[in-house]
């Protein structure tokens, strides 16, 4: 019993941390009152048509807050749009699907875009293979964000469980299997939360911002042109030399443009 009663303590103790953390992850993530007036002074600037003034206001308000979201970048997106530019529009769209990857606005607006440019931006080559393209799908449902939450409780739901079997488990089957099913759940968060972390510290995208940019075989403006790029194409960005990307896209490969050519997500 002693021995029982030690394990659930370390176990309370483990879920009193987790919650201390994540208390202080949300504390950190609040949002400056004077950003949500200063927002919304910008937003009453784009809906009176003012949008170059809009969207400056909204990037000088990132860069002094340190703040991005989605609500941000959507609203960037839709300014640029308004300007007909859909190459920078579609960028900011995407930076704010990040974000949020089930915002329905977001996501109904990128395809919009995409439609009207007559793009085809779907699954990047590195989702190639069926078991790939469904995983890196799961991943896309949430932000880190939401990966940690997800993490988290489900790592609460586990702890619960695994008292529960310390004290039931003898008697009933069932919170056996439900342990197990937690720890599986638990395990598999975890996983999809550390590749979603990777992903977002390795993988760079960007959209290019017009139609008819060259892609050189080599950094060098005098070089031979490997393939052209249409405004609003998402690429793999693999390296940086100077003032060039190096990129892939899906169809075309790799090849070398000028880093003004190209809107980073």
């Known amino acids: ?10 176990i309370i103790a483990n879920l009193m941390a987790a919650g201390m953390t994540l208390s202080f992850y949300f504390i950190g993530r609040r949002v400056h009152p004077e950003y949500r007036k200063e927002f919304s002074q910008a937003a009453s600037l784009q809906e009176s048509g003012h949008l170059n003034e809009a969207i400056r206001q909204y990037q000088e308000l990132r860069e002094r807050y340190g703040i991005e979201s989605c609500n941000l970048y959507y609203n960037i997106g839709s300014a640029y749009y308004a300007l007909s530019q859909p190459g920078r529009a579609l960028q900011y ?14 996501r109904r607006n990128i395809s919009y875009v995409e439609k009207k440019l007559n793009l085809d931006n779907s699954l990047p080559e590195r989702e190639n293979g069926l078991f790939r393209r469904y ?3 799961i991943i896309g449902f949430y932000s880190i964000y939401g990966w940690t939450i997800f993490s988290v409780a489900n790592y609460w739901r586990f702890c619960i469980g695994i008292i529960l079997l310390i004290f039931f488990g003898s008697k009933r089957k069932f919170f056996v299997y439900l342990a197990l099913i937690l720890g599986i759940i638990f395990v598999l968060g975890l ?29 060098d403006d005098q070089g031979q042109i490997a393939f052209t790029l249409q405004e609003g194409m998402v690429v793999n960005i693999l390296s940086e030399w100077r003032d060039w990307y190096e990129i892939r896209t899906n169809a075309a490969g790799r090849g070398w443009v000028k880093r003004t050519a190209i809107g980073e997500i």
Do not use: C, N, Q
């Open 1 to 10: 019993m002693k021995i029982r009663l030690s394990i659930v303590g370390l």
């Open 93 to 106: 769209y995407m930076k704010a699907r990040k974000l949020k990857p089930g915002d329905r606005h977001v």
């Open 135 to 137: 995983s890196f799908r």
């Open 191 to 219: 996983s999809f939360t550390g590749t979603k972390a990777w992903l977002d510290t390795t993988t760079r995208e960007g959209v290019a911002l017009e139609s008819g940019v060259p892609a050189m075989y080599e950094h």
